[in-house]
Each structure stands twice: as C-alpha cells, then as structure tokens.
C-alpha cells in the first residue's frame, strides 16, 4: 500500500467514525460532505509530511502491513480523534529523530514524541504533554487525550454529567453540549449530554437553543406573529419544534437551519427588525460570505475580519493545497500559510 493509498484509507476510517459518532454534525452543517472535504486536507498534510520525511530519511514506511493500521484505528471507534496515530500505527510508519533533536514534522519524532515548532523551525522532537499541559495540537498531548480548543490545554474528551463550554472543555464527539450559551453575561456553562436527551421535542413542542432542542428531522425555529414580529412570553422569545421549509420558502432564525441543504435564510436582519427571509442559494466561489460565515459545499468563508455576527465581509473561496498563494493559515487545506505559500506544516518548505 502506497503512502497515498494510506491516506485513503484513513480518511475512510476517520469519516465512518464521524457518521457513526457525531450524526449532529450532519444536522448542523449539512454541505459538510466528508470524503470529499476531509480527503484533500489528508493528502496536504498528514500525507505530504510522511511523504517529505522519507524522502529526507527521518522516517521510515512499511506499507504491507498498512492495511492492519487502517483497521486498528477503525475499531477505534468515538476514541479516535484522542488516540496518537504513531502509536497506532507503530509498525507502520516510524519517526527516526530522537528526544531533544531537530524536526520539521511530527511524523519525523520516534514513536511517543512530537515535533515543538511552538518556538523556532525548525523544531525540537519533545515528550507529549500530559492532562493540564498547554496545547496548540492533538499531537502534543499523550495518547488518549486531545488539545482542547475551549481551555487550551491537553485533555479527555469530557464526558456525560461534565461542564463544557465557556471556555472550559469540549463534549466528547458522541455528545452535546447542552445549556452552554457563550453569548450570555457572563457566558453560562453548560453540560455534556446524549443526543437522545436532548434531541426531545415534537412538531409544536417548546425549544430552546441552549436546551432541549428538536427531534430528528424537525427545526427549533423562532416563533412569528402575524405581523412577523418575534413572539414574546414573560420577556422570552417563543421558540418552536417545526420542519424545515422547502426550497426558495419562507423561513426564518432557527437550529438548525430551516432551509434545505445548499440553501440559507437570506434577508433576516434582527437590526432592522426583518424577522423573515426566503431561502436562496449558499454563496458560491468568490462571492461574500452569508452573515454567519456559510458558503456552498466545497468553500470556506476566507478573508472575514472574524466578527461572528457578521461574516459577509469575507469571501467564499476554495483552500489551496500545497505551493498554492495564501495570506493566512485558513486559506491552505494543510491550515499551514508560510511566506505566502501553503505548506504541510510550519517548517516544511517544499
């Protein structure tokens, strides 16, 4: 098995365990198509490092007991995106650099070890950290932890019953963070639930955006008076399970999306007190971004001052792969821009 077939076969791994662990991901994003979106991200990073780092003769590839990795990590299962891929894979790909020595790609670092490019490229092949340590990686922390984005640090997957949100942990990616409203003031936690006791109510039942939210196939959606003004109760909005609108429908605010997938709510602005919109098509490539950040499939929202109430100053652009132009990290498949051009990671220069 060739190191790109190897990457091939990850990728199918990684997205049976998205569609088997995190189906509210579909719910919420429904143009995420995973093969396709995921797949070309692999290939300039995880595959364009390996590939660099045997030609260099810092690691090395035995690809006929790939197929025995790729299983392995399958059966993974929801655990996967905590576990080390070295590790898994240890006879399959093997760093060569040892503690303390230089490195321009984790994958160059013996089994147990990633590569600091925190301070300097090219790095230093260091110990993962443990529960606590500061993180800008998974691969900075040991096996069976990930680098938490809300805290920062390295950390399990927190579990049913745990605080999450507000800066203190990401749900495990079977779970949901339920009652987390980081808007707030101050923003309230919230905690870690099943998606079976939260996803509760039925056509016409109360929901709640930081709550319970709505059956499978069903919208929490913001509740109109005949003039198209919010309902309020008790100083509250109204919020109410319904199904999603057709295509070009009348829609409004709701979670997840009350239009179909490719399509978003245009013409809602809470500022000019337009509560109701039509559904149009997701902006395609280089045109502005919608309010929230939304392109059509295949885009990302580049460019945007990152203001997450008002996005459309970006523009919908496709990532680059590696040797593409770019002025920040988010315009590179790779997440890697350096001196202008996407790399596969911050000190590899092809």
């Known amino acids: 098995m060739t190191v790109t077939e190897l990457g091939d076969g990850l990728v ?32 300039s990073g995880m595959v364009a490092e390996l590939e660099y780092a045997i030609a260099n003769g810092t690691a090395t590839y035995d690809g006929t007991k790939a197929a025995a990795c790729i299983e392995d990590i399958a059966a993974m299962g929801c655990n996967l995106f905590a576990s ?23 994958v160059e670092c013996v ?56 800066g203190i942990a990401n749900c495990g990616l079977q779970l949901m963070c339920q009652g987390a409203d980081d808007d707030a003031e101050p923003p309230v936690a919230g905690e870690c639930a099943e998606p079976s006791t939260v996803l509760v109510g039925a056509d016409g039942d109360d929901c709640h955006f930081a709550g319970d939210l709505c059956a499978d196939g ?10 198209g003004a919010p309902v309020i109760v008790d100083n509250n909005i109204t919020l109410t399970c319904g199904e999603q609108t057709n295509i070009g429908g009348v829609c409004t605010l709701a ?6 997938a490719g399509q978003y709510c245009g013409g809602v602005d809470f500022g000019s007190q337009d509560y109701e919109g039509v559904c149009i098509d997701l902006p395609g490539a280089g045109s502005s971004c919608t309010e929230r950040g939304q392109c059509a499939s295949g885009l990302e929202c580049l460019g945007a001052e990152q203001d997450p109430d008002d996005m459309s100053d970006g523009s919908c652009l ?21 001196d202008g051009k996407c790399e596969p990671t911050a000190c590899i220069k092809l």
């Not at 069903?218 to 003039?227: T, W």
């Not at 496709?318 to 790779?334: I, M, P, R, V, Y």
């Open 12 to 43: 199918t791994a990684f997205c049976d365990t998205i569609t088997e662990c995190g189906p509210v991901m579909a719910m919420y994003n429904p143009t995420f198509d995973c093969v396709a979106d995921l797949g070309p991200s692999i290939t």
């Open 84 to 106: 080390r891929l070295d590790e898994a894979c240890g006879d399959v790909i093997n760093g060569t650099v040892a503690l303390g020595d230089a490195c321009d790609a984790n």
């Open 111 to 166: 089994t147990g070890l990633h590569c600091d490019t925190s301070a300097s490229c090219p790095g230093t092949c260091a110990a993962r950290g443990a529960a606590g340590t500061a993180c800008e990686e998974d691969d900075a922390c040991v096996d069976g932890l990930g680098c938490d984005d809300e805290s920062g640090q390295c950390a399990a997957p927190a579990a049913v019953g745990d605080t999450c949100g507000d």
């Open 218 to 227: 069903l919208v929490c959606i913001l509740a109109l008076d005949s003039d």
């Open 255 to 260: 979670i997840p999306e009350m239009c179909p």
């Open 318 to 338: 496709a990532q680059n792969a590696n040797g593409g132009s770019c002025t920040d990290d988010d315009a590179c498949l790779s997440e890697h821009c350096v």
